[in-house]
């Protein structure tokens, strides 16, 4: 399954590690630690021209979504419900 990010970027749910609101960045020190080390290590990309609204890290990328992350969440728990009734 995949789940769209905003712009043209899609990615495979079973790459999503987690999905957060943006203003995580200001309001946690180990989350700006993370972000800031993703950036060092040139793992991080802004899709499309818009403010970010959510970050979204994945096993290899961390992305600034222009999606809100109550979107997206619902987007991955669509998904992954009807997953399960694939089962």
Do not use: C, W
Not at 12 to 31: A, C, H, M, N, P
Not at 53 to 76: F, G, N, Q
């Amino acid at each position: 399954m995949y789940i769209h990010l905003g712009g043209e970027k899609i990615i495979r749910t079973s790459e999503l590690v987690g999905i957060f609101d943006i203003s995580i960045e200001k309001s946690s020190k180990i989350s700006k630690q993370f972000v800031t080390h993703a950036q060092q290590h040139k793992v991080v990309e802004l899709i499309g021209e818009e403010d970010p609204k959510s970050i979204v890290v994945t096993k290899t990328i961390v992305y600034y979504s222009p999606i809100s992350s109550a979107t997206l969440k619902k987007r991955a728990n669509h998904f992954a419900a009807r997953y399960k009734q694939n089962l």
